[in-house]
């Protein structure tokens, strides 16, 4: 398995998903507003979330990267995942986040998803990140503006949903990079 890292953050702790965080990881993906905005919508049971965890970890396998468990520092109890995915399909490498429904709207999927960013263009040398938004997901909309997506286009993907389609400019990043 090659080496997930682990990322640290003011308040959050970016680890390597594992076995540990199933029973969270599947009632998160079991919460209908928790999943409502990814895949075709709908909830899974702990047969879908196991297959949903192995898809992650398998990722790392395959590509080098992928999603994080999200632990506080204070005590290390997992709030979500968020990483970078781009299965084969995929219109490019995506920046994506999902909480548990207590951790919502406190800052944490911003605070992860700078990591993430920082993340791939240090590590990566990414050329380019984007997010996939479904229209009509407000948070995810001020997440991804919040951390410097802009609005390119609006598409179908994979046949299901129109999304919008955000992009990170690498030059933010650089110029940080040498401010």
């Known amino acids: 398995m090659p080496d997930t890292f682990t990322l640290e953050t003011a308040r959050l702790r970016l680890v390597p998903l594992a076995e540990r965080h199933f029973d969270d990881y599947a009632a998160m993906l079991a919460d209908p507003e928790s999943t409502r905005w990814i895949g075709d919508g709908e909830p899974l049971d702990r047969t879908g979330a196991w297959r949903s965890l192995a898809m992650l970890l398998g990722h790392w396998q395959l590509r080098g990267y992928g999603m994080w468990a999200l632990e506080l520092k204070n005590g290390g109890t997992f709030i ?100």
């Open 80 to 179: 979500g995942r968020a990483g970078l995915m781009r299965p084969e399909g995929w219109p490019d490498l995506e920046l994506g986040w999902m909480l548990r429904p207590g951790y919502r709207h406190h800052g944490y999927a911003t605070e992860a998803g700078q990591a993430v960013l920082d993340f791939a263009w240090r590590r990566l040398h990414a050329r380019r990140v984007i997010s996939l938004v479904r229209i009509g997901n407000e948070a995810s909309d001020r997440v991804a503006e919040r951390l410097g997506g802009e609005h390119i286009e609006d598409m179908d993907f994979l046949g299901s949903h129109n999304h919008v389609f955000a992009y990170y400019p690498p030059q933010r990043e650089q110029r940080r990079a040498t401010a």
